[in-house]
């Protein structure tokens, strides 16, 4: 028995294959040979040549797959660098670098004015051959405005490249107050088990929202990157009226192979908070502890040796933002832990400074109407973390989409028929 196992195992097992053979047998460039080892071009990374399972299982290993894009992207950047306009004066070679330079700065978030740092500036001109770096203002000045037109370019060419592309769109608002209009686009995938890849077109400044300034935008921004408009398979917003209306009056006559999606992560959050305003005692708690932990580092530490000596985990209550209801159920779940310790607690620290939130705290905690709430959300709340939790990931959900929902209304139809037999 043990030989005939072995013998398989050996068969399975090619191991006359050199790895010379072996990258023969994939597109040119794809394995390169080092030193009797197989590697990946693009990931750099030894991959077992023995069989060829394992390197196509490597081809189609996620990482290998973003590496592989984020390398087209790069050499398209270069490739545009490379055949921009030399008039700054200086060699070309010289402004390939500097934009290069500036490009990588913008990219990993760095403000140029770093690059004045006297440090710095010695480093890269010992290492680069470079004779002089200039000031943060000529680069800004000169060499900004480059890389952004080489960035662009690239853009548009990855963009030809991809397939359907859906067109991604959301409102803000800029540290100034202005209304930001993101547009992003999102290729389709090509392969099942391919990853979303978002890719920020533009961020318009609109003078005010609505639904004429939107499709403007966003048919502007169609023509700046000569995307075809029977290219767009999707028009994705949020649930607003003047998205709803941008894309019925002026975006569908001109997208004719689009569709509208409405955002369902959004549309959850819509029922989130639709949910949670029945929640009001237990939302005051919720503030006034987020109120009570949050710039006091000193009582952090106090709760903290408060549960050390309860011989519970030192875990401190998460600080909930309100648009994100995940964060806003994951504190609920923590509180309802820890109502009793609460109690205990804040009674203590009212000893020391007395304070109206720490009262309101005592009170909340003391609550029948906090404790059944608390209990109900215990319930419910992690259902509908889950659903949330799926539909703000990257994954492809939309096949998914209509079978969640409708579970979801069914369950708040069986919660609700629940409530009131017990009322
Ligand atoms: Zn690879």
């Known amino acids: 028995m043990e030989d005939t196992s072995q013998s398989r195992k050996i068969s399975k097992t090619a191991t006359r294959i050199r790895p010379e053979d072996r990258s023969k047998?994939?597109?040119?460039?794809?394995?390169?040979?080092?030193?009797?080892?197989?590697?990946?071009?693009?990931?750099?990374?030894?991959?077992?040549?023995?069989?060829?399972?394992?390197?196509?299982?490597?081809?189609?290993?996620?990482?290998?797959?973003?590496?592989?894009?984020?390398?087209?992207?790069?050499?398209?950047?270069?490739?545009?660098?490379?055949?921009?306009?030399?008039s700054t004066g200086g060699t070309s070679e010289r402004q390939v670098f500097l934009t290069g330079l500036v490009d990588a700065f913008a990219g990993a978030n760095i403000p140029l004015h770093a690059l004045d740092n006297r440090n710095l500036r010695s480093f890269l001109q010992a290492n680069f051959n470079s004779e002089t770096i200039p000031t943060a203002s000529h680069l800004r000045r000169f060499f900004l405005p480059k890389a952004f037109e080489a960035h662009f370019i690239a853009l548009k060419r990855c963009l030809a490249n991809r397939g359907a592309l859906a067109i991604v769109c959301d409102e803000t608002t800029d540290a100034e107050d202005r209304y930001?209009?993101?547009?992003?686009?999102?290729?389709?995938?090509?392969?099942?088990?391919?990853?979303?890849?978002?890719?920020?077109?533009?961020?318009?400044?609109?003078?005010k929202t609505n639904y004429k300034t939107v499709s403007e935008a966003i048919l502007r921004v169609l023509f700046k990157y000569e995307i075809p408009t029977l290219k767009i398979s999707a028009f994705v917003t949020d649930n607003a009226a003047y998205m709803h209306k941008a894309w019925n009056c002026s975006l569908r006559p001109v997208l004719l192979n689009g569709v509208h999606v409405t955002c369902t992560a959004h549309i959850l959050n819509l029922i989130c908070e639709v949910w949670v305003s029945s929640f009001q005692e237990t939302n005051r708690l919720v503030s006034a502890i987020k109120k009570a932990f949050t710039a006091s580092p000193a009582r952090k530490a106090r709760f903290k040796q408060f549960l050390r000596e309860k011989g519970a985990p030192q875990k401190l209550p998460p600080a909930p933002v309100l648009t994100?209801?995940?964060?806003?159920?994951?504190?609920?779940?923590?509180?309802?832990?820890?109502?009793?310790?609460?109690?205990?607690?804040?009674?203590?620290?009212?000893?020391?400074?007395?304070?109206?939130?720490?009262?309101?705290?005592?009170?909340?905690?003391?609550?029948?109407?906090?404790?059944?709430?608390?209990?109900?959300?215990?319930?419910?709340?992690?259902?509908?973390?889950?659903?949330?939790?799926?539909?703000?990931?990257?994954?492809?959900?939309?096949?998914?989409?209509?079978?969640?929902?409708?579970q979801l209304i069914e369950w708040f139809d069986a919660s609700y028929t629940d409530t009131e037999n017990l009322a």
């Open 324 to 406: 994100r209801w995940n964060t806003w159920f994951g504190a609920v779940l923590y509180h309802a832990d820890h109502l009793e310790d609460y109690s205990e607690f804040f009674s203590r620290e009212l000893g020391s400074s007395a304070s109206s939130n720490t009262s309101e705290i005592i009170i909340l905690c003391g609550s029948v109407d906090v404790r059944q709430q608390l209990d109900q959300l215990r319930i419910y709340a992690p259902h509908l973390m889950a659903i949330l939790k799926k539909y703000e990931g990257t994954d492809i959900k939309a096949h998914l989409v209509i079978d969640d929902l409708t």
């Open 180 to 207: 930001i209009l993101n547009v992003l686009a999102v290729p389709s995938c090509e392969k099942q088990g391919d990853k979303l890849d978002a890719l920020l077109l533009e961020c318009v400044v609109l003078e």
């Open 25 to 86: 047998q994939f597109e040119d460039g794809t394995f390169r040979v080092d030193t009797g080892r197989l590697l990946c071009s693009v990931c750099n990374v030894t991959v077992d040549f023995t069989r060829k399972h394992t390197c196509l299982k490597h081809l189609n290993s996620n990482t290998h797959k973003r590496r592989k894009e984020q390398q087209v992207f790069a050499s398209a950047k270069r490739a545009s660098l490379e055949n921009l306009d030399v």
